[in-house]
């Protein structure tokens, strides 16, 4: 499949098929995660979990026998380098015909992070079942796509922005990069809030997190940024589908933007023109 085909048929399974995927495939899985970069380079330690032998409960997952799971230490970008490099893997899966969601909440974390064996200070973002997907969605599925309009996203206009938040940006105007940016729309979120607002500038595309309430923790962790690190992860690889190439940089352009708005990076376009 191209990038642009596993972005588009991606989605949260929460059903499977309830058989074991074979050792091969789970090694295949397991090693592509190792080898999984992000723009920050930070590193981040992957392992596949077994729900039986680790008495693992996962609610909204049903017949998924094998999780994936990664862990850090906290660091500046630290969620965003693990959304970056989580996504890589969900997109590798639906190249493999499996199913993944990524988990920030719905699951028995402390069983987790025990079989995880975080050392000191170690943090476990989110979780992920790996397995075929269920014929036919599960009702808890079905209304749990309902409840957060997982199958729809916010229009075109109001995530992207033309030179300033002033501005928005139109597909037509967004010329060679419109498909570069509908693979952005397409990523997925917590909660499916979609924080992601870009604005385009000449050669370089900043990206900024519109902040919800009850999203980050005390001690500062923000799961929304976890987004932004899927968001940009889809911006590259659409880009780079296209012969182009991202070009990161935390340099915060100083642009006018909404109070409720955090200047997140920078990627500088080279190879497609805007
Ligand atoms: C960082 C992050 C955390 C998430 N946490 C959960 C979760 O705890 N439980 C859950 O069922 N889905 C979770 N999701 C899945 C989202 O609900 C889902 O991506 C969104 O509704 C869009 O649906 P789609 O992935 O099918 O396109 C999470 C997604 C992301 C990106």
């Not at 397995?131 to 996203?153: F, H, Q």
Request: hydrophobic letters at 40%; proline letters at 6%; a negative charge.
């Amino acid at each position: 499949m191209n990038i642009a085909e596993s972005i588009r048929s991606r989605r949260s399974v929460r059903s499977f098929d309830g058989k074991p995927l074979s050792n091969e495939i789970k090694e295949q899985v397991l090693h592509f995660a190792n080898g999984a970069d992000n723009p920050y380079g930070l590193p981040i330690r992957w392992r596949l979990l077994d729900v039986k032998a680790q008495n693992l409960n996962c609610p909204v997952i049903t017949g998924a026998e094998t999780f994936i799971a990664g862990k850090m230490q906290p660091a500046p970008h630290a969620e965003e380098a693990f959304g970056y490099a989580f996504e890589q893997i969900a997109l590798y899966a639906v190249d493999l015909g499996l199913g993944t969601t990524c988990i920030a909440g719905t699951m028995d974390r402390p069983a987790f992070e025990r079989a995880m064996e975080l050392e000191e200070g170690e943090v476990m973002p989110c979780v992920s079942p790996l397995g075929i997907p269920a014929a036919k969605m599960s009702l808890r599925e079905t209304m749990m796509r309902k409840g957060v309009k997982a199958d729809s996203r916010l229009p075109f206009e109001e995530l992207f922005f033309d030179g300033g938040f002033d501005k928005p940006l139109s597909k037509d105007r967004a010329g060679g990069l419109a498909e570069v940016l509908e693979l952005v729309r397409l990523a997925p979120s917590a909660v499916n809030k979609q924080p992601w607002r870009l604005v385009v500038g000449p050669d370089t595309v900043y990206f900024y997190e519109k902040k919800s309430k009850g999203f980050t923790a005390a001690n500062g962790w923000d799961i929304q940024k976890v987004d932004m690190g899927i968001a940009l992860c889809h911006f590259a690889l659409g880009l780079e589908a296209k012969g182009g190439k991202a070009v990161f940089t935390l340099e915060d352009p100083g642009l006018t933007h909404p109070g409720d708005t955090a200047f997140i990076a920078g990627c500088r376009i080279d190879g497609v023109d805007a």
